[in-house]
């Protein structure tokens, strides 16, 4: 075999052996947090992949309105939503494959740029990777928006290594082109602008050209992305979280600055279903896991920093304290990040963190790390911190994404064991966030699912028709079950017709105002194939009811994909006044497809003279049509 086949031959073993590394560290990461339990999104992925349906430009849109500018983000969402056409399981693959990925750059990062020893190197990416703060994997929005992130961020920390080794005009703008893309990402890397200009003056005594560049380039990033902001999209510049306002408290700032240090070195404070278990909260022997962990931790910071001065010569004492002074900087800069808004999401720590990783595997390739004592302290740091992982990945059921998803995935599931046409989902209970879960309609929308109700636990139902169904919410398991399901029946066959409304159409005045073929709200047509009462919002009819009729047989659809969808009220007009038997939103139909025949059954009360029918729209002036098929008495 000549020389070439051979080198051949290595490559192909080295590709195979890579790519079965990656498959078995993604299904570990598949397992480990356990995604495929899920099948629909709820909260925030709704509003973000409903937009990104629209592609890139759709999911821009969505950012901007909600005052982000995130354009690399939106370009990896089209992708994803191209591939996967929204499907759940294929976008949860894509987010734990991006966090595979990061896993790598992460372990590249320590072994071979910062040289720290193997199996340590293994041990700090295995706590990475299953850490705690990896757990925005349960929301799709922010597996893709995070781990984006996190992948530009690990490379930004490689390409640093190769700046401080040799600085370089190259790569002084790659890493100045890394940060554009990461502002871009994730508005929360804004901060890293602090440690890059420190690391352009350590670099000025090596290569002028490269510091300045690299220092020219990330303030151009800054001012560039406030002048977007600014002049052109005319969006606050800094936002916080649910788009609230940043506002400096120092006591709150300070007070999540001691916090997520806490978090860093090993004591996990913080509410539950944010952190998974307060410290305060855990069994005694976590609680001295933890303890041990942030001692040993703060006792290898002040070794670390103790030995980097005593280091000789001269030079090489100088570059132990430039590095640490950069990774301390961005640690410094991305706790203070996460502390500035009402709210620490413990995601926000995880760069943090793995710059904290970072920092104890430089310290083990360091002359002064190479004591034994120094490399069991890491060892065992990384010992105490599995343990700990694994204990908290047994509480992932606490964390308020994985909440919300079981929620939403119950009651899809649920829905899925119905049966008829049903057009609303009464739901009785007190289901938690239910507003932002099902993002008030969206959820119905996105799954082309009934309109969502939430009333009281134990609420009396008094309208059941077969339009309708009725569930209980239980907290304790966040569970669904059906309390009625099944539409009431006709007593005798009924055929469905509208005379009534040929009569009140009829006492229309034709005017120029409606574009109508009779230039009236109110007209026949035939839609495909089924002949129809139109009624044009807004509209009101009122017909008589016929002598001893007790039911009311209604049938209707929307008809055009236009407006926001239309409301239609159905009310029986009595000596004592109207009584309420239908009050609906009718969604618009999507791309002027068939119609969805709703259909209705209704006791009329005693004594009821007539009926009135109103169609309208409460938040939208379109004209919305309404097809009537059935509108009859029995």
Same mark, same amino acid.
């Given at each position: ?18 790519? +079965?590394?990656?498959?078995? +560290?993604?299904? =570990? ?10 099948? /629909?999104?709820? $909260? ?13 430009? &759709? ?11 995130? %354009? ?5 969402? &089209?992708? +994803? ?46 706590? =990475? ?7 925005? !994997? ?8 995070? &781990? ?48 890059? #200009? !420190? ?11 490269? =510091? ?22 005319? @969006? ?15 006591? *709150? ?10 978090? !860093? ?10 952190? #998974? ?66 709210? *620490? ?29 120094? *490399? ?42 119905? @049966? $008829? ?19 008030? $309609? ?15 636990? $134990?609420?009396?139902i008094d309208q059941t028709d077969q339009s309708r169904v009725v569930l209980d919410y239980t907290n304790n398991d966040r569970s669904f079950k059906i309390v009625q399901a099944q539409p009431v029946a006709a007593s005798t066959p009924h055929r469905m017709n509208f005379e009534v409304l040929q009569q009140s159409a009829a006492t229309f005045v034709p ?5 109508? %073929? ?24 009122? +017909? ?6 007790? /039911? ?26 109207? =009584?309420?038997? #239908?009050?609906?939103? /009718? ?21 009821? *003279?007539? /009926?009135?029918l109103r169609v309208f729209s409460k938040t939208n002036p379109v004209a919305d049509w309404i097809a009537v098929r059935d509108f009859s008495f029995d």
């Amino acid at each position: 075999m000549n020389t070439f086949s051979k080198k051949v031959a290595a490559n192909a073993d080295k590709c195979l052996f890579s790519l +079965v590394i990656t498959l078995v +560290v993604y299904l =570990a990461i598949s397992a480990w947090f356990d995604l495929s339990q899920f099948n /629909v999104f709820a $909260g925030d992925d709704l509003r973000s992949f409903e937009a990104a349906q629209k592609g890139a430009f &759709g999911y821009n849109q969505m950012t901007i309105s909600v005052y982000k500018f995130r %354009p690399v983000t939106a370009l990896l969402f &089209g992708i +994803v939503t191209r591939v996967t056409h929204c499907d759940f399981h294929g976008v949860a693959s894509s987010g734990l494959m991006l966090h595979t990925t990061n896993g790598f750059l992460f372990f590249y990062l320590l072994y071979r740029r910062i040289r720290a020893p193997l199996f340590v190197s293994l041990g700090m990416t295995a706590v =990475a990777v299953f850490n705690r703060f990896a757990t925005y !994997l349960f929301m799709q929005d922010a597996a893709l928006t995070i &781990g984006l992130g996190v992948a530009v961020f690990l490379l930004i920390l490689i390409v640093s290594t190769f700046l401080l080794e040799q600085p370089t005009i190259g790569r002084a703008l790659g890493l100045a082109a890394l940060y554009a893309v990461i502002i871009y990402t994730y508005e929360a890397y804004l901060v890293l602008a602090l440690p890059l #200009l !420190l690391l352009g003056i350590f670099t000025f005594r090596s290569n002028r050209k490269a =510091a300045t560049i690299l220092s020219a380039g990330v303030i151009f990033a800054v001012l560039s992305n406030f002048g977007i902001k600014s002049f052109v999209l005319h @969006t606050p510049i800094l936002i916080g979280t649910e788009t609230r306002p940043i506002r400096f408290d120092p006591t *709150q700032i300070c007070s999540f600055l001691w916090s997520g240090a806490l978090n !860093l070195i090993g004591v996990n404070r913080g509410p539950a279903h944010l952190s #998974l278990e307060d410290f305060p909260d855990s069994p005694v022997w976590v609680k001295v896991i933890s303890i041990a962990a942030a001692g040993l931790s703060c006792a290898l910071v002040f070794a670390v920093i103790a030995g980097a001065a005593s280091l000789k010569p001269r030079e090489l004492k100088r570059d132990a304290l430039v590095r640490f002074a950069f990774y301390g900087s961005v640690i410094a800069a991305l706790l203070l990040s996460a502390s500035i808004t009402f709210r *620490q999401v413990y995601y926000w720590l995880y760069p943090a963190y793995l710059t904290f990783l970072v920092f104890l595997g430089f310290a083990m390739r360091a002359r002064m790390a190479r004591a034994w004592v120094f *490399q069991l302290a890491v060892t065992s740091l990384l010992l105490l911190s599995i343990v700990r992982e694994i204990y908290l990945s047994r509480r992932h059921s606490r964390y308020f994404a994985f909440q919300v998803d079981q929620i939403a995935n119950n009651l899809f599931a649920t829905l899925h064991h119905t @049966t $008829g046409n049903a057009d609303v989902v009464v739901i009785r209970g007190d289901v938690p966030a239910k507003d932002w879960t099902f993002l008030n $309609g969206a959820f119905s929308r996105f799954y082309h699912l009934p309109t969502l109700e939430f009333v009281s636990a $134990g609420s009396p139902i008094d309208q059941t028709d077969q339009s309708r169904v009725v569930l209980d919410y239980t907290n304790n398991d966040r569970s669904f079950k059906i309390v009625q399901a099944q539409p009431v029946a006709a007593s005798t066959p009924h055929r469905m017709n509208f005379e009534v409304l040929q009569q009140s159409a009829a006492t229309f005045v034709p005017n120029d105002r409606w574009s109508t %073929p009779t230039g009236t709200p109110e007209f026949p047509m035939s839609r495909n194939g089924v002949d129809c009462m139109i009624e044009v919002s807004p509209v009101e009819v009122i +017909v008589p009811v016929p002598h001893s009729a007790t /039911v009311l047989h209604v049938c209707f659809s929307h008809v055009y994909a236009m407006g926001d969808g239309a409301d239609i009220e159905i009310a029986a007009l009595t000596p004592s006044g109207p =009584a309420l038997l #239908l009050s609906r939103n /009718v969604p618009p139909l999507t791309d002027n497809e068939f119609p969805v025949w709703r259909k209705y059954e209704f006791a009329l009360p005693s004594q009821t *003279q007539q /009926v009135k029918l109103r169609v309208f729209s409460k938040t939208n002036p379109v004209a919305d049509w309404i097809a009537v098929r059935d509108f009859s008495f029995d």
